[in-house]
């Protein structure tokens, strides 16, 4: 929402610009307006040259998020105190290596984060640039299980000559585009799966980014 996207920047900036120069990162987040396809979401990006330091700026952003009411709605109106909403973008082949097989480390994930963890079915854009949005519910203390693992799904896939490409084709733009549904679809769906919309999306990973994308680029909305 506009208001969380305002927690992270703080006035004229000043908490974007703390915790990049505290973690020795690079924020982003797309112009208000510019949304991520089939969603009224803004899209936040965080380049760094670590996992580590790409993890301590996500987190700093969160704790920004949840200061003020002691949660992270993500868009939603109703959600628990100390629970949050949060939606990771990562290339289809990572989404895929974050269900695994048989849906075996998905339902790991869950366990050790406490969180609702789903992998959704639209693929958005083609080829090796499509993405699949990560939605995970639950505490936000859950988080700090979830965004290591994601990382380390990016880092597996950084060195491939398409890690780049995805990394810097960030989709967000004016409006909102429908989503259409690609070939790929995410599985690990259930009776626990979260699907709602929660905060922009956060991408991860590209080169020395985590975006979802990128090698260290943490794509991620609000």
């Not at 974007?16 to 208000?32: A, D, M, V």
């Not at 949660?71 to 990572?94: M, S």
């Not at 339902?107 to 959704?120: D, F, Y």
Request: net charge neutral; aromatic share 6%; with cysteine.
């Amino acid at each position: 929402s506009p208001k969380e996207a305002a927690c992270v920047l703080g006035p004229g900036g000043v908490n974007s610009r703390q915790i990049s120069e505290t973690t020795g990162t690079k924020l982003h987040l797309s112009g208000r307006g510019e949304y991520y396809p089939g969603t009224q979401m803004q899209e936040f990006c965080i380049k760094g040259n670590s996992p580590d330091s790409v993890a301590d700026a996500i987190m700093q952003a969160l704790h920004k998020l949840s200061e003020e009411t002691g949660r992270i709605n993500g868009g939603e109106w109703e959600v628990e105190d100390g629970g949050a909403r949060v939606h990771f973008i990562l290339p289809v082949q990572c989404a895929r290596a974050v269900i695994g097989r048989g849906g075996e480390a998905i339902k790991t994930l869950r366990v050790n984060s406490g969180m609702k963890v789903h992998v959704e079915e639209i693929v958005v854009g083609a080829g090796e640039l499509g993405e699949q949005v990560v939605s995970c519910a639950g505490p936000i203390a859950g988080l700090q299980a979830v965004v290591p693992f994601l990382l380390e799904k990016m880092q597996e896939v950084a060195a491939l000559p398409w890690y780049n490409r995805w990394a810097f084709d960030v989709k967000a733009g004016k409006g909102s585009a429908p989503m259409s549904k690609g070939q790929e679809k995410g599985k690990g769906k259930g009776p626990d799966d979260w699907r709602g919309k929660g905060m922009d999306d956060w991408r991860g990973g590209k080169g020395d980014d985590w975006r979802g994308k990128g090698a260290d680029d943490w794509r991620g909305g609000k």
